[in-house]
């Protein structure tokens, strides 16, 4: 969070302007990463109700996680008027995110042809879940049915178990970043003048089908599907998950050293000398026979203190943290990557920095998440609206 | 896989010169996004061993899927003659990519300070595990160490068992989308003049801290750590898998409407009058009826045949893919999502398809992976290293 202020660097998407047009978590996510770059954001949201994400438990740190730093302003897109109100902000805008149903954007007249009339140059990106142009197009882009479909729950899971959810809602996640990438790579050619404007489509099952790499390199190479991981690595021992005291630790003893200096950090020699662990294939050959040796020993110590000892063993080791432990963590606690951002006459919003450095260039969380509709009004006069029009806007639910 | 040459289009990232000096996952990710986006790769590889990747099972399968079109350099960069071929190559590049181990960089002559000598126009982009101020930066950047202590693992799993591994190698992947989202924003900002060149660190910790996003925003309004999802949605029902004959099948049936259609689709109406299920609430407080109920209905289809029902009652419904089965999908068929790239005396590389659309732009997936060194000759030729001085270095163990 150092800004251009305090440091004298420029945000890199400084002087950018992005409509955005998504809720819930792939398109708003892209655009508070555009926010953190530096772009100034207008986030159009339903009259009355909002992004739906505005009411997903727990309200209203679910949206706030993923909202700072974008002005509000509500418009029914279903009124003439407000969409006329959405192509004047398109009009003068670089960039629109937006991640409507298929079809949706043509009844509010904000399709890319009906944009670009009005600005030729603007960068259009379009998520959605599977594409105008898929057998799919009607499924809703839901991030289970993309973890489903795409190969990510079977790969997540215990060997003999069932393919599950992973934890992170991968699917929004991923086409948001390549929302992100291609907005970016679009704004670069742009400003070399090698196109005018740019309609891009991010559709979220082929991202997270692309996201399967060398899982699906296991697959073209063998024709097997990549298994469930489990909790230990298929072809490295000991690599993976043990329980101690208090909670649970990884464990990663990739090389044979590693594992020697393992198994001195537990004060177990005789387990470096036997020779079913000897080489790496035997320890993989013989992982039951090692993990029955190694779990009692782990299972004594506290997390803490475990980690500690592999460590200052230089195996590398760590605690699971869950998503409240991990901000009591030293280096998380160091880079001050939980922030607060102060709201005035509402409870301060709880946020995530963002993760990247730059050494001349800045990013910036800017401003707390709004509460629904809070820009409206500024938004508007900014693009000439007298105060009466929106007054009549108002009365008749075009804004509120 | 749309080129230049066949639509007119132009990439994104043509004319931009790129050095990679990263291996396995991470930085080669992001390394080819940039290649799929029009750059110019030169991928530097250890003399004699090459990237890690290219041993790691299935050979080659496993390096091909992360690799295309970048062309393979060898070189020693403990040799100051090594070194002095990648500062040449570095003198010329608008990127550099590294994720070498923290000080390594120094060692090899390559820092920033170094490089800015000679080039202080270069986007320099530095893929740590940790960065180098923090307390863990001797710990290896390993995407398990990565999932486990960002709370990733502790999110994903069955609510009764242990954290699990998450399907994707979500630590390397997030680090690599945001080192290209870096150099796209660095990139954009010189272009624009408001930099001359640029440092970014992307460590990876932090960045999958990032993406924690709502499922923080949990913890952030319930002081409780977000739960291992299994199967099912927490506030949502019936919303996850359900074994069928042959697989397993995802439903989500995520409003009232859509339950009833449920209902209709496997010919069970007097589920939808039954009390205990007439509202959300109500199916989610009596989950285990529910499932009870729905369980050995879903049990006596084909995985086919329940998902084309539902989604004829307009229910979204998708199968669980593995990683073979995937590349059977209608979608991806008709996307042509998994790729063939034919390589010259050697078995086909398979690779899949950069998942996003331009219209104006094009991406190009370019030639397919190189062998070990496959390019030294051509490249150091490109610097202006006459044949007799590649011989001579090597003669010495210098490239290979």
Redesign the interface.
């Known amino acids: 969070m150092r800004t251009e202020e305090s440091t004298g660097g420029?945000l890199?998407?400084?002087g950018v302007t992005v409509v955005d047009l998504t809720q819930v978590?792939a398109g708003p996510?892209a655009t508070m990463?555009l926010a953190d770059?530096g772009a100034d954001v207008v986030k159009i949201e339903a009259v009355g109700r909002g992004d739906r994400?505005r009411s997903?438990?727990?309200?209203?740190?679910?949206?706030?996680?993923?909202n700072r730093n974008k002005r509000s302003v509500t418009l029914n897109l279903k009124d003439e008027r407000g969409q006329q109100v959405a192509l004047d902000l398109l009009a003068d805008a670089d960039v629109f995110v937006e991640s409507t149903k298929p079809g949706r954007i043509d009844r509010y007249g904000l399709d890319?042809e009906t944009v670009r009339e009005v600005n030729p140059d603007i960068v259009y990106c379009t998520i959605t879940g599977?594409?105008t142009d898929?057998?799919?197009q009607?499924?809703?882009a839901?991030d289970?049915?993309i973890?489903?479909?795409?190969?990510?729950?079977?790969?997540?899971?215990?060997p003999d178990?069932?393919?599950?959810?992973?934890?992170?809602?991968?699917g929004d996640?991923?086409a948001g970043?390549?929302a992100?990438?291609?907005v970016?790579?679009?704004?670069?050619?742009r400003?070399?003048g090698?196109?005018?404007?740019?309609?891009?489509?991010?559709?979220m099952?082929?991202?997270a089908?692309?996201?399967?790499?060398?899982?699906?390199?296991?697959?073209?190479?063998?024709?097997?599907?990549?298994p469930?991981?489990?909790?230990h690595?298929p072809?490295i021992a000991p690599?993976?998950?043990f329980?101690a005291v208090d909670g649970?630790v990884?464990v990663?003893a990739?090389t044979g050293s590693l594992w020697e200096a393992l198994c001195a950090a537990v004060d177990r020699p005789d387990l470096a000398e036997d020779d079913r662990f000897a080489t790496m294939d035997d320890r993989v050959e013989n992982r039951t026979e090692l993990l029955a040796a190694l779990e009692p020993v782990f299972a004594d110590y506290e997390v803490a203190e475990l980690v500690a000892r592999l460590?200052e063993h230089?195996v590398?080791?760590?605690?699971?943290?869950?998503?409240?432990?991990?901000?009591e963590?030293?280096?998380?606690r160091?880079?001050n990557?939980?922030r607060t951002m102060e709201r005035e006459g509402r409870p301060d919003a709880?946020v995530?920095?963002?993760?990247?450095?730059?050494?001349?260039?800045v990013t910036d969380l800017g401003t707390p998440p709004e509460e629904l509709g809070e820009s409206t009004d500024d938004v508007l006069s900014d693009l000439g609206y007298d105060p009466e029009t929106v007054d009549d806007l108002r009365r008749d639910g075009v804004v509120d």
Chains 1, 2 share one sequence.
Do not use: C, K
């Not at 090698?194 to 489509?201: M, P, Q, S």
């Not at 995530?352 to 260039?361: E, G, Q, R, S």
């Open positions: 420029r890199p998407l400084s978590v996510f990463t770059l994400s997903i438990q727990p309200v209203p740190e679910y949206f706030d996680t993923i890319y599977f594409g898929s057998p799919y009607d499924l809703p839901w289970m049915l973890q489903g479909m795409s190969g990510i729950m079977s790969m997540t899971g215990e178990r069932t393919p599950l959810w992973s934890g992170l809602p991968s996640l991923i970043s390549y992100v990438q291609s970016l790579a679009a704004l670069y050619a400003e070399r090698d196109i005018e404007g740019e309609w891009v489509e991010v559709p099952f082929d991202a089908v692309s996201w399967l790499t060398s899982r699906a390199g296991y697959t073209f190479g063998t024709d097997e599907p990549f469930r991981h489990g909790t690595h072809s690599f993976g998950l329980d649970t990884v990663a990739g460590r230089d590398p080791a760590g605690p699971i943290h869950d998503t409240a432990s991990v901000w963590d030293e280096h998380v160091e880079r990557l939980r709880e995530i920095d963002h993760p990247v450095h730059f050494t001349n260039l």
